[in-house]
């Protein structure tokens, strides 16, 4: 199977290293160039735009970092809209909102090309192991056609129907992860001001009804104030920002997540936004200094 591959990010590189690992043909593009390099000396071809990519390719993923990016690479010139027509498939597995997928899927379709959204839970190491859980939605015929693509990169695939669902179903669940994120780094915080190991905190949660891969992968190195990133804390942000808007739309009331947001805003203010989500501790910490 010959795929494009639009973004080449922590997550895009990962995630097309494995489909080229795993025997398929894969073409790239990445808005700077130069990060094309590593995947072409493991056999990837590269392309100098969207366009380019969707000319050669019948199937074309996207990992791009919002909805300005995801819109950017689908509408700009030389995009992905230049080039897509009848035969063709698009599948963004981008963190977006609804809205965004919505007008993607909208613009794909009438040039009679095919849309699904496939944004995935799981970070870097998922990503570079073929783990992560794919929550797609829209054709359903190209999403059966994807499924070779999806079994490398993914170990489980959901499909959620139309085109959205897949993008509120992954913002609800960043948003648990986010107020999960901000409840954890308050404990760590209180336990080290209260005169308590916070390592010794860890292997209390770990032995108990709260354990989880999060707080175990995440913990030991918050405890270092080590934030190498996985996850970008300015993605976060950026999703529990999009999640807030769905709570909006349908009037659900979320103040955990609100607090936890401008916990994720002030970490970013304070410069940490490249840093993985769980610096979002410092912001904890700068409160109570
Ligand atoms: N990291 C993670 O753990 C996870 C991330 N996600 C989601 O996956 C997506 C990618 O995340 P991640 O790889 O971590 O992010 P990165 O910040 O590492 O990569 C972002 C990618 O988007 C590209 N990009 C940004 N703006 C534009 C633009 N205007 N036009 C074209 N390309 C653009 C970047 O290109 P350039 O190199 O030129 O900057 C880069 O390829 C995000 O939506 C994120 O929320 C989902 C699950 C886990
Ligand atoms: O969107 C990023 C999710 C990160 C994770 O699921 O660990």
């Known amino acids: 199977m010959e795929v494009g591959f639009l973004g080449l990010g922590i997550m895009g590189k990962a995630m097309s290293l494995n489909l080229l690992k795993h025997g398929f043909k894969v073409t790239v593009w990445n808005r700077t160039l130069s990060k094309c390099d590593e995947l072409v000396e493991h056999g990837a071809s590269v392309c100098e735009s969207p366009a ?35 035969g063709k498939g698009y599948i963004d597995m981008s963190t977006v909102d609804a809205e965004t997928s919505l007008k ?58 139309q085109v959205g669902n897949g993008a509120k179903m992954k913002l609800i669940v960043n948003m648990i992860m986010g107020s999960m994120m901000n409840a954890f780094s308050e404990g760590l915080v209180l336990a080290d001001k209260s005169g308590l190991s916070s390592d010794t ?46 709570g909006d739309e349908n009037a659900v009331s979320m103040p955990v997540a609100a607090a936890a947001n ?20 410092e912001a904890v910490k700068f409160s109570r200094e």
């Open 201 to 246: 905190l860890l292997d209390i949660l770990d032995l108990g009804a709260m354990t989880n891969p999060m707080f175990k992968g995440k913990g030991p190195s918050m405890n270092k104030s080590s934030y190498p990133p996985a996850f970008p804390l300015k993605h976060q942000q950026k999703d529990m920002r999009l999640a807030l808007a769905l």
């Open 262 to 281: 401008e916990a994720f805003k002030k970490a970013r203010s304070l410069g940490l936004g490249d840093l993985d989500f769980s610096a979002v501790i």
């Open 52 to 86: 380019q990519v969707i000319k050669k390719c019948k199937y074309t993923i996207a990992m791009l970092s919002d909805p300005c990016a995801a819109l950017s690479v689908v509408f700009d010139k030389d995009g992905v809209l230049d080039q897509i027509c009848d």
């Open 104 to 161: 993607i899927n909208e613009a794909i379709t009438g040039k009679g090309g095919r849309f699904v959204e496939g944004p995935v839970s799981g970070s870097k190491k998922p990503a570079e192991d073929g783990q992560l859980i794919i929550l797609a939605a829209g054709d359903k015929a190209l999403f059966e056609e994807s499924i070779p693509a999806f079994d490398v990169l993914g170990k489980k695939s959901f499909f959620l129907g």
